[in-house]
């Protein structure tokens, strides 16, 4: 018999060794003791997994989205990772925790959060995404080619219940004084959906629905740290759900825009550009504290229960695509920090050269071309 679950999952950077580059063992252990023994109640089964340094922690219930009691479980997970991150002497411990006390859920609070309630399917399978050095716009291109782009997703030619295309709800991310969205139809609107996600540090899909069946496929965290804290403190690294098979895009149709390594928002300080790479699950940072890299969990999903992990990125095909990923990344590292190799002045994440521009500034003089032609110059 199908039921109502809810998929849930809240991650955060409460800590590393050597820098950015993982999270310690014993780190991990305690987000997972924590989940086992204060979410046995109410939580039907999780799974926890890292990228980059980020922990995630997927769990599935029945109470529905922005639950104050999963939430609370979650944050209590990660101040008590903070702990033991503090005692290691892990770089950066709790820094995506950005309030001092819980209130309510985690939104707005510094973890990233996607959540989704639906009635599961005879068989329902679904992908968690996990990206680590970069921000929520690093999602916009793939799905726009797995929902909206027949060259990707076949489906959308060959199948009838995909034939009405999907909905798509795009958050305006700079609007920090309530949840601006707007939202748009594939393939009717396609063009305006594209105007919209060329900007990923701005518009950010937040979610995506079947026309068809009206049903939710995709959720992506969308909490922009900076417009959160008001200054650095990390990069967003975000996580998506999304549902497929069937009414959805196949599990190949999602994956298979991930082997462009398209360029986004990140790398080193958050405020560079680097190529997306997809990488095994638990998989550590490197070159540059990067590059970018995201990380893809297959389950399926049965009265709450979650099968073993399915490790999407770690097939050898994707071995090939890391090596052209680690030649795109090189290439725009070879550019330092010039032009496009580096974020633009509005979403540097350091403060350092917004106080030289302010100096520098005041010594700019405007030259006077009438007095030195008067003067004989």
């Known amino acids: 018999m199908s039921m109502r679950t809810t998929l849930s999952i809240i991650k955060a950077d409460i800590g590393a060794i050597g820098g950015h580059i993982a999270p310690s063992p014993e780190l991990v252990e305690a987000v997972r003791n924590h989940v086992a023994v ?10 926890i997994s890292s990228t980059g340094d980020d922990i995630a922690i997927l769990c599935t219930h029945t109470r529905g989205v922005d639950d104050e009691k999963v939430h609370k479980m979650a944050w209590d997970a990660f101040t008590t990772g903070t702990q033991i991150a503090k005692q290691q002497g892990l770089y950066g411990a709790g820094q995506d925790l950005l309030k001092d006390s819980f209130s309510g859920n985690v939104r707005g609070m510094g973890p990233a959060v996607a959540e989704m309630e639906f009635e599961e399917r005879p ?53 920090t004084e309530g949840d601006r969205v707007i939202e748009l139809n594939a393939p009717d609107d396609l063009y305006d ?99 970018p890299v995201v990380s893809a969990s297959a389950f399926c999903v049965q009265n709450g229960r979650l099968t073993s992990p399915a490790d999407a990125f770690a097939h050898p095909f994707w071995d090939h695509i890391r090596d052209h990923v680690s030649q795109k ?32 500034e005041t010594e700019f003089q405007v030259r006077d071309h009438k007095s030195a032609e008067a003067a004989g110059g």
């Open 38 to 47: 204060h979410g046995k109640d109410f939580v039907i089964d999780f799974n």
């Open 123 to 175: 068989n329902e399978p679904f992908l968690m995404f996990a990206a680590d050095k970069t921000d929520p716009g690093a999602y916009n291109l793939p799905l726009y080619l797995a929902f909206a782009d027949p060259m990707y997703c076949p489906g959308l030619m060959l199948s009838p219940k995909m034939k009405d295309g999907f909905r798509f709800v795009i958050m305006d991310v700079n609007h």
């Open 193 to 291: 959906i594209a105007a919209l996600l060329r900007d990923n540090q701005r518009f950010v899909i937040e979610g995506i629905y079947s026309r068809t069946t009206g049903e939710q496929a995709a959720a992506v965290s969308t909490s922009r740290l900076h417009n959160i804290a008001g200054k650095y403190t990390g990069k967003d690294d975000p996580v998506m759900l999304v549902r497929t098979q069937n009414q959805f895009p196949a599990t190949g149709e999602m994956l298979a825009p991930f082997s462009i390594g398209h360029y986004v928002a990140g790398f080193m300080r958050g405020s560079h550009v680097g190529p997306l790479m997809p990488v095994p699950r638990n998989s550590t940072t490197s070159f540059f504290d990067g590059p």
């Open 329 to 360: 990344a090189i290439e725009i590292r070879r550019q330092g920090f010039s032009g496009a190799a580096m974020l633009g002045l509005n979403e540097l994440e350091y403060t350092g050269i917004m106080e030289k521009l302010d100096r520098l």
